[in-house]
């Protein structure tokens, strides 16, 4: 899990707060995996957990601990195999 920190500036304010991360967060995070983490409070506007649909304020502070998937693995772990 990976932790990141923004402070809202002006030109953020009145923002939406998913579309705010989905723009500020790496592409490598795709949008379900960050309306999840906003569902389960684990992104927070001051401290205290917040909503998807919150608008941004200029001065506030927005952290959010992002669960990242593994890379994917080359093939299934197995050498092949002969079949007749």
Excluded at 7 to 19: Q, V, W, Y
């Amino acid at each position: 899990m990976r932790m990141y920190q923004f402070a809202i500036g002006e030109a953020e304010a009145g923002m939406r707060l998913d579309h705010y991360l989905v723009r500020r967060l790496p592409a490598s995070l795709s949008r379900a995996m960050i309306q999840r983490s906003i569902r389960e409070g684990r992104v927070t506007i001051g401290g205290r957990p917040a909503k998807a649909s919150q608008k941004l304020r200029q001065g506030e502070a927005v952290s959010a601990r992002i669960e990242e998937l593994p890379p994917p693995s080359r093939g299934l772990g197995a050498a092949p195999q002969e079949i007749p």
